[in-house]
């Protein structure tokens, strides 16, 4: 054989043997965290909602930038073994983004989406705490204060409460959309809804989505004996979003 051929074949198998030594793997946290960072854009979406539906989705962007930043320092430690940084740092800024702005949004709703005079109250603020519940006082002090005054809340509305779905004057709000509030009306709780009477030409169309409401706060603490389908609260309302 002669010495050409050596030289060629000892070439290849160089050739062959650095290419193995420079093969670096795909880091997975880097695919994964761009991926995350990606559906970080649900943090700003949903920030039309308010500053409270934007935080149950925080985790999504907050976890992006674990991933990435983990990512990131692992490959560039291990230069020799791991690839894909420019991954890591887009996921990592990404996710940033959406998280920084959802959240400036959502604050910005929530400060501006109370119309001037209302005070803002929420089903949470309806519910009485185990003190007063031990005392049978089953309307809270705060709530009960707000008797006869204008005050704004925010809740999905209960499909089989409308008597039409398009120009709809009266429904029951209330506090969520799962099956706690939209399932048997036996397992609703008094202290989870409101019956809404808007006012005047005020009417809405039903969707699924969250409701701000604004009017009058009425009590009717007679109907606390009377079961889940009788309101113990309503509200004669003339702001309505």
């Not at 808007?198 to 169309?205: E, N």
């Amino acid at each position: 054989m002669s010495s050409t051929s050596l030289d060629e074949g000892n070439s290849s198998e160089q050739l062959r043997h650095n290419g193995a030594l420079e093969y670096r793997a795909l880091h997975t946290g880097a695919v994964a965290g761009l991926v995350l960072g990606i559906a970080s854009v649900f943090t700003l979406a949903i920030a039309t909602s308010g500053i409270e539906a934007c935080l149950m989705v925080c985790p999504i962007p907050l976890i992006a930038m674990f991933l990435c930043l983990r990512a990131w320092l692992q490959i560039r430690q291990h230069s020799d073994q791991y690839t894909g940084r420019p991954l890591a740092i887009a996921g990592f800024v990404l996710a940033t983004f959406f998280l920084v702005t959802g959240v400036g949004y959502g604050s910005y709703v929530y400060a501006t989406e109370v119309p001037e005079g209302y005070t803002r109250i929420t089903f949470g603020k309806m519910k009485p705490n185990e003190i007063e519940e031990r005392g049978r006082k089953l309307i809270p002090d705060d709530i009960a204060a707000l008797q006869g005054q204008k005050v704004f809340i925010k809740g999905y509305i209960r499909p089989d409460s409308l008597a039409i779905r398009k120009n709809a004057k009266n429904f029951l709000l209330v506090r969520d959309n799962n099956q706690c509030c939209f399932g048997d009306f036996s397992k609703v709780k008094y202290y989870d809804q409101i019956q809404v009477d808007l006012q005047g030409s005020l009417t809405v169309d039903y969707s699924t989505g969250i409701f701000r409401i604004g009017g009058t706060l009425q009590l009717h603490p007679e109907n606390l004996l009377r079961g889940p389908g009788t309101p113990v609260f309503s509200l004669v309302a003339d702001h309505a979003k």
